[in-house]
């Protein structure tokens, strides 16, 4: 049953519309096969892109859609209510865009931005490391300046490891963070290229859900790249990373919220059909009040996202709203996911419904962009000040 949104323009229900066609022909058909399979759907984000769904909150200007986070936020829900793996994927993009689109040089921006807002270039968003994930301060990455004979910075030489990549040997680019020098103020962030000499990635990690985006780590022997690709200064590496935190966990508090949305509607549509003792499941009261409890928590998950989203519009702080979205809506999903198998039964339990894949993905929901523990702390040293 397609959500009643609140939309603040005619534009914006009319991308809403657009989305949900897209997402109805291009992903729901195709989702269960490709996660079974886990295959990889080449050219999907090609389309997502030539559909403008890759670049809504940048600017026009660079070939991005200038809307509100607000809308762009429904739009991922959307899309993750058809296809969990894909929508995470858009977010990451959209995520690893922020770099160039903050911190760039005019020249870096129209450079790359176009092809990476229209998707013709698909981003990946190289933070964590095998020791280093909720600490990113911790990072080992180092980025040495490689300089020709007169002295002047030519690149920089990429060695270590990185782990966690969504996109992973599929990205065509990665904002990567490496040290180029001791403590918290040495690191930096480039943008690095997808291919290139001395770069490897490791076997696609074998994961409980999302299993067509691979999720890699990524070694990187030595591996060269131009000195224009540093963004920003260096040492402002975890400033980059932070000031993107918050954006990105609202991501994924949307896309938790349409997982938590489908596997209600394939609840709701189950005890619509199902009879037992003469009377349709849904009129049961037990099993009502549950799917009641799910939709309750769908609409709450769907109201902190969208609060923190209009603080982000009109430029008031929302840091401790983006944690708070991001805990209640991934919560919502692993419980709403998993009392949806509880309604089906038996059935459930099995591969021939998807509820029991909706159920497997929530799960990494409450872990990436930072753990739901990590949330609370977020949280609670806000209050704390």
Not at 176 to 194: E, H, K, V, W
Request: glycine letters at 10%.
């Amino acid at each position: 049953m397609p959500v009643d949104r609140l939309l603040p323009t005619s534009e914006a229900e009319d991308l809403i519309a657009l989305t949900r066609e897209l997402a109805d022909k291009e992903l729901a058909p195709k989702a269960d096969e490709h996660e079974r399979g886990e295959i990889y759907p080449e050219g999907l984000f090609a389309t997502l892109g030539r559909a403008g769904l890759l670049g809504l909150p940048y600017a026009e200007e660079f070939g991005g859609g200038e809307q509100p986070y607000e809308v762009y936020l429904q739009v991922l829900e959307e899309l993750a209510s058809r296809w969990a793996a894909v929508a995470v994927a858009t977010s990451v993009h959209t995520l690893a865009c922020h770099p160039v689109n903050a911190f760039g040089t005019d020249a870096q921006k129209e450079r790359w931005l176009p092809a990476m807002l229209g998707g013709e270039l698909i981003g990946g968003y190289s933070l964590s490391e095998p020791q280093a994930g909720s600490d990113a301060a911790a990072l080992t990455c180092k980025a040495e300046q490689v300089t020709d004979a007169g002295g002047e910075l030519t690149g920089y030489r990429i060695t270590g490891n990185k782990a966690w990549i969504t996109h992973g040997g599929k990205a065509d680019f990665y904002a990567l963070f490496a040290r180029t020098a001791p403590g918290s103020r040495g690191i930096s962030c480039f943008l690095a290229p997808g291919a290139v000499e001395g770069l490897s990635f490791g076997k696609p990690e074998e994961k409980m859900g999302l299993q067509a985006v691979p999720t890699t780590s990524a070694m990187w022997d030595g591996a060269v790249i131009d000195a224009d690709r540093l963004i920003g200064t260096e040492g402002q590496g975890l400033q980059i990373a932070f000031s993107a935190l918050d954006s990105g966990r609202l991501g994924i508090a949307a896309c938790a919220t349409g997982l938590a949305q489908a596997a209600l509607d394939a609840a709701v549509a189950y005890a619509n059909e199902r009879s037992t003792f003469g009377r349709k499941i849904v009129d049961h009261q037990g099993l009502g009040f549950l799917l009641a409890d799910m939709a309750a928590a769908v609409d709450s998950a769907r109201a902190t996202y969208l609060d923190a989203a209009r603080r982000r519009d009109l430029g008031r702080p929302f840091s401790r709203q983006a944690s708070v979205a991001k805990l209640i809506a991934t919560d919502a999903a692993m419980k709403v996911t998993t009392d949806a198998v509880q309604v089906l039964g038996g059935y459930g339990y099995t591969r021939d419904f998807p509820v029991e894949r909706y159920m497997r993905e929530a799960k990494i929901m409450q872990i990436f962009e930072g753990t739901n523990q990590i949330q609370r702390l977020v949280i609670s040293r806000q209050l704390a000040h």
